[in-house]
């Protein structure tokens, strides 16, 4: 079955970084455009980042353009986010997510606070 699993969340300070990732069984990875969104406490999830299957193109809102970065490495099954300059409201749980087979990860927790 399709299954996604996160890791690399935690506590950091205002102007920290993190690097989370995601890695993919249960489908072929390389097929499948992947999307990291995030929801934070009392919100709704919001999307923040897309890639291509190949890893040719990738887009993010306003809100991370330039800050965030998401790369994959197909031959591990991995999507990942490099987050740099966070600021508090990062603070959310980030999910990794495939569109065409509408599937979720389990999400780890962001928090970024002195």
């Known amino acids: 079955q399709v299954q996604l699993v996160e890791s690399g969340g935690g506590l950091v300070q205002p102007g920290g970084s993190l690097r989370l990732s995601c890695v993919a069984s249960g489908f072929i990875f390389s097929d499948y455009d992947m999307r990291w969104y995030r929801q934070p406490p009392g919100k709704e999830r919001e999307w923040v980042a897309g890639i291509t299957s190949t890893g040719g193109g990738t887009n993010y809102p306003t809100s991370v353009k330039g800050r965030f970065t998401i790369s994959r490495d197909n031959a591990k099954n991995t999507v990942s986010l490099q987050m740099n300059s966070l600021k508090p409201e990062d603070t959310a749980v980030y999910y990794c997510?495939?569109?065409?087979?509408?599937?979720w990860g389990q999400g780890t927790q962001v928090t970024v606070s002195s």
């Open positions: 997510h495939t569109p065409a087979l509408n599937s």
